[in-house]
């Protein structure tokens, strides 16, 4: 790794409230990307017309719930039972540093972290060469706020006026950050 990327933020993160875009910004970037891409996203479930969980989608298409008012699990939030087993067989073998990837990590939030397994990947992540995209939540506990404070992180809160832009800068923001990484075939 050469001492341009050293002083770039390979870790690139947006933040903002509930039903702000954020996801909304990670999938558009994922079509317009130029290279590989793993890691996963979130989405809302309605049912008729009322929030009832949260489902995790692969890249590669594997999908489940993340949280559902219908889980019963010892973690809550709110009304949602938040399903460990699943943030541990989708989303953090999604997430594992490889080779020539652009890991997509769509969110670091509440629910994720009640995951052990999930914090671990989480740090693997963001310590390996690879670019990191993804988003955080805008509270958070010592875990999250600790990854907000990092010096290899990136963080753009998105707001009404710059969510149509955001995946654009994103993806140049990307490709700025492939030009000089010279470890991997990119």
Not at 101 to 126: H, P, Q, Y
Not at 162 to 175: A, C, I, S, W
């Amino acid at each position: 790794m050469n001492n341009s990327i050293q002083n770039q933020k390979n870790n690139i993160f947006l933040t903002g409230a509930p039903s702000s875009g954020k996801t909304t910004i990670i999938k558009k970037l994922i079509t317009l990307l130029p290279c590989p891409a793993a890691g996963f996203y979130t989405e809302e479930e309605r049912i008729a017309g009322r929030r009832a969980g949260f489902r995790m989608n692969t890249l590669e298409g594997k999908h489940g719930y993340l949280a559902h008012q219908d889980i019963t699990s010892e973690f809550h939030i709110r009304r949602y039972g938040v399903s460990i087993e699943n943030i541990e067989s989708l989303a953090v073998p999604a997430i594992y540093p490889r080779d020539d990837t652009v890991i997509i990590l769509d969110e670091i939030g509440k629910m994720e972290c009640f995951s052990d397994k999930f914090r671990t990947a989480t740090l693997a992540a963001l310590d390996s060469k690879n670019i990191v995209i993804g988003t955080v939540t805008l509270g958070g506990g010592e875990f999250i706020e600790s990854i907000k404070k990092r010096s290899d992180i990136e963080i753009t809160e998105v707001t009404e006026k710059n969510r149509d832009k955001l995946p654009q800068m994103l993806l140049e923001k990307t490709q700025k950050l492939l030009k000089y990484i010279k470890a991997g075939p990119f």
